[in-house]
């Protein structure tokens, strides 16, 4: 009986660390992905812009 509750607890625990480390993953891919969309929105507006009026 106590090793099926450690077997238990060692899968939930398991479990646990896989849904933190798919999380932590998520996080850096979408905080990568924000900063490249500041990156990409600074390069276009810190250029020079010429508005031509006819």
């Known amino acids: 009986m106590k090793t ?4 238990s607890v060692l899968s939930a625990l398991l479990y646990a660390q ?5 999380a ?3 996080t850096v891919l979408l905080r ?9 929105s600074a ?3 810190s250029g020079p812009s ?5």
């Open 24 to 26: 932590a993953l998520a």
């Open 4 to 7: 099926k509750f450690a077997a």
């Open 43 to 45: 390069d276009l507006s």
């Open 18 to 22: 896989g849904l933190l480390g798919f």
């Open 32 to 40: 990568e992905h924000a900063q490249a969309e500041i990156t990409a």
């Open 50 to 54: 010429v508005i031509v009026v006819r």
